[in-house]
């Protein structure tokens, strides 16, 4: 029974940076070849946890065999663009003008009612209010909408809206976060001095974010407690 827990968790340590390794992408994103390298690397996975007869160094062979094959591929798809049309695919332009593309329906064998499942998940249910439509070599479809049916923005309205600053996660559980304070334009002495100015100390803070215009919202531990 240790071994085999030995065994999953020197396994689980080993997937974990191989998917590190390979990237950040959700499972409807990947393409094909990283699909297939992310099943099978699951399959000897599950293999090389169970199987406590076999060393388990020669388990975790294959898996490296796989990340690294599959990088290579990543970095001759970024360097050769026939190579990326190979393993990814291509673009396919389903609605052009409003009209529906049965050539490219017909080859990507989709229906009429996938499309339509597509844009109402999108939030349009009239193809008539679609311009263009793109299915993605990850499986998703882009929509352009037609002109009336987009939604209004400040720019037709020949409106100039005032800036209004991000706000970023400056503190979190009392501990600082120097990413949002660089990114929302202060440093650590800045911090302090807020957190002197309105009488509290950085472990009594449950969260606070701040923006660039120096405005600020603070939640202290109590409240938090308080509100749940």
Known sequence: MAIVAIRTIVIYA???AAMRVMGKRQLGDL?????????L????????MEDTSAPLFSGLIPIAVLVS???LLSGAMLKLPFAERLMGGRSVWL?????LDRKAMKKLRLTVDDVMSALRQQGVFDLQDVLYAVAETGGQISLCLQPQARPVTPRDLQLT??????????VSDGKPLPLGLSLSGHDTQWL???????????????LLTADRGGRIHLIRKEESVSNA
């Open 41 to 48: 690397i699951a399959d000897m996975a599950a293999v090389a």
């Open 95 to 99: 609605i052009v003008r409003g009209e």
């Open 69 to 71: 094959l599959e990088l």
């Open 14 to 16: 080993v997937l974990v």
């Open 31 to 39: 393409n094909p070849s990283e699909l297939v390298v992310t099943l």
């Open 161 to 170: 809206p005032p800036n209004d600053d991000t706000p970023f996660l400056v």
């Open 192 to 206: 302090h001095r807020i957190l002197r100015r309105e009488n509290c100390a950085m472990e009594d803070v449950f």
